[in-house]
């Protein structure tokens, strides 16, 4: 298995309130990206990073912020949380770019806005 | 643009029925295909892959063959197991990005 942990794993927070999830990975690859899982959506990307202090769009991304100061951490911050951001928050890397490459996934995140 | 379209779920088979789930996808390119699985409370696991036309991923006794000209990459296992209970998730990518495009999910629950 990959090595990526996220944490918390599981959150449960009110509406206005900073959120940070973490994700870490002990793989050095270069890639990582945030999903979010809703029911009838699949995966939906949030934001992802190329590189160091490299970050960029993904499809909803509106409402979250992302950083990565280090190779195997990068951060996704809900600067405050409404409702419409409680789901399931995955995070993925993958070692190169190109339609060859998978991405692998870590265990996942909970998050509950009440 | 690029997007996927999985079959709608849930769906129920007795163990050792065979299994079909089906993915249709839209890209401007040529893109890989993957099939995914997601076992309860667990991230996503690559289950197989297939990068160019013809090309026929198979791993765990799943298989899916990439067909272009009709544009699917279903997936098929030909007797199912409880163990094999799980959402399945089909999705491409494209280009230098590696951003993939995921389907909406397929869940399977498999009864003894």
């Known amino acids: 298995d990959a090595g990526i942990t996220q944490s918390p794993r599981h959150k449960v927070t009110e509406t206005g309130t900073p959120v940070t999830l973490r994700c870490h990975q002990t793989e050095n690859h270069r890639y990582m990206y945030w999903y979010r899982q809703d029911p009838g959506h699949g995966l939906r990307l949030i934001h992802y990073?190329?590189?160091?202090?490299?970050?960029d769009k993904g499809e909803v991304s509106d409402g979250y912020s992302v950083s990565r100061s280090k190779t195997e951490d990068f951060l996704l911050t809900l600067e405050s949380a409404t409702s419409s951001q409680t789901s399931v928050y995955f995070c993925?890397?993958?070692?190169?770019?190109?339609?060859?490459?998978?991405?692998?996934f870590g265990p996942g995140t909970r998050l509950t806005v009440l | 643009g690029n997007s996927v379209t999985q079959m709608e779920g849930p769906v129920t088979l007795s163990e050792e029925a065979f299994l079909t789930i089906n993915c249709t996808y839209t890209a401007t390119g040529y893109p890989s295909l993957f099939w995914y699985v997601q076992y309860p409370g667990e991230g996503l696991q690559l289950l197989l892959k297939?990068?160019?036309?013809?090309d026929k991923g198979s791993n765990k006794g799943f298989e899916a063959t990439y067909r272009k000209e009709t544009t699917s990459f279903h997936l098929e296992k030909g007797s199912v197991q409880v163990s094999d209970s799980a959402v399945y998730f089909c999705?491409?990518?494209?280009?230098?990005?590696?951003?993939?495009?995921f389907g909406t999910g397929t869940s399977l629950t498999v009864i003894p």
């Open positions: 990073s190329y590189g160091v202090k490299d970050t």
């Open positions: 999705a491409l990518s494209e280009g230098t990005g590696n951003q993939f495009y």
């Open positions: 993925a890397i993958s070692e190169s770019t190109g339609p060859y490459n998978e991405q692998f």
């Open positions: 297939a990068t160019k036309a013809d």
